[in-house]
């Protein structure tokens, strides 16, 4: 769907990954100043567990950023979750990022979700987004590292 609007043209639709560029692009050329920062200071850190038959039993997705390590997403299959992957899988995370710098971390879970995983590893409430589909919130949490 497309709007003409004085002088400019407004379109609206599905996911556009050169648009995700340019905004990345745009919002580094504020936040860099901002903070204090470069590129150089961003970079992204993954964790993955695979089986015996080569099948993904778990992972962590996220970045680090000039000290602070935020995690993105952590996925553990369904018949692996008593295992103790999350913990292990938390902690290199973690163990990495402190390599990397980083002193601090950040992460929400929705309350149908992990935040309880998250707390008993030290993360701390320090805000909701309210609203998520199915009553449920989005709970962020932060941690210090020792």
Request: proline share 2%; with cysteine; net charge negative.
């Amino acid at each position: 769907m497309t709007h003409d609007h004085d002088g400019g043209r407004l379109s609206v639709g599905e996911a556009d990954k050169a648009l995700d560029a340019r905004l990345s692009q745009g919002l580094d050329e504020v936040n860099f100043p901002a903070t204090g920062t470069t590129s150089a200071d961003q970079t992204s850190l993954s964790v993955k567990v695979v089986d015996e038959a080569g099948e993904l039993v778990g992972g962590l997705s996220g970045w680090t950023w000039a000290g602070l390590f935020g995690i993105e997403m952590l996925w553990i299959r369904e018949a692996s979750r008593k295992d103790g992957w999350g913990t292990r899988i938390l902690a290199a995370a973690e163990e990495e990022a402190r390599r990397r710098g980083c002193d601090r971390a950040c992460v929400s879970s929705f309350t149908f979700q992990a935040p309880a995983f998250y707390q008993r590893h030290g993360y701390v409430e320090t805000g909701r987004t309210l609203g998520i589909p199915g009553g449920a919130e989005d709970v962020h949490m932060f941690k210090k590292f020792a």
